[in-house]
C-alpha cells in the first residue's frame, strides 16, 4: 500500500513512518548509528512533530542492528540496469543468428498409453 498522505494513518503509524523515514535521512550510511536527537530533529525539520520515546526505539533498533544495512538490503536477484552506452562508433555489429526451428517426427501411428494401436478392437 502506497502512503500518499498521513491523514489516513493511525498516530501510531504516523509516528512509526515519521521516525522510519528519519532514521534514512540521519543515517550517516549502511553501518553508522543514528542518535535519537538525530532522528527528532530530522522529523522536526520536515515539520513532523515525534515523541521521544518513538526516537529512542529506533535509535536502539539501529544501534542493535549495526546500523540501517540490514534494514535496506536487497532480495538479490534483479535487473542489472541499462549499462554501457556510449562505446566506439566504430565497433563492430554483432550479426543476428538465424533461428533454427525445430522439427517434428511422425511417428507412424504410434500406440496409445496402454499399448494397443488406433486399430480399436480393444477391451474398451
Do not use: H
Not at 22 to 40: K, N, Q, R, Y
Not at 52 to 80: D, L, M, N, Q
Amino acid at each position: 500500500m502506497a502512503v500518499t498522505t498521513l491523514s489516513g494513518l493511525s498516530e501510531s503509524q504516523k509516528n512509526e513512518l515519521i521516525a522510519s523515514l528519519s532514521v534514512l535521512v540521519a543515517s550517516d550510511g549502511a553501518s553508522g548509528a543514528v542518535s535519537a536527537e538525530s532522528i527528532s530533529a530530522v522529523a522536526t525539520a520536515s515539520g513532523n512533530a515525534l515523541p521521544a520515546i518513538w526516537a529512542s526505539i529506533f535509535s536502539a533498533g539501529v544501534g542493535r542492528a549495526g546500523g540501517i544495512g540490514p534494514f535496506c538490503a536487497s532480495s538479490g536477484g534483479g535487473g542489472g540496469g541499462g549499462g554501457g552506452g556510449g562505446g566506439d562508433a566504430a565497433a563492430e555489429v554483432e550479426e543476428e543468428k538465424p533461428v533454427e526451428e525445430e522439427e517434428e517426427i511422425d511417428m507412424g501411428g504410434g500406440m496409445d498409453m496402454f499399448g494397443g494401436d488406433d486399430a480399436g478392437g480393444g477391451d474398451y
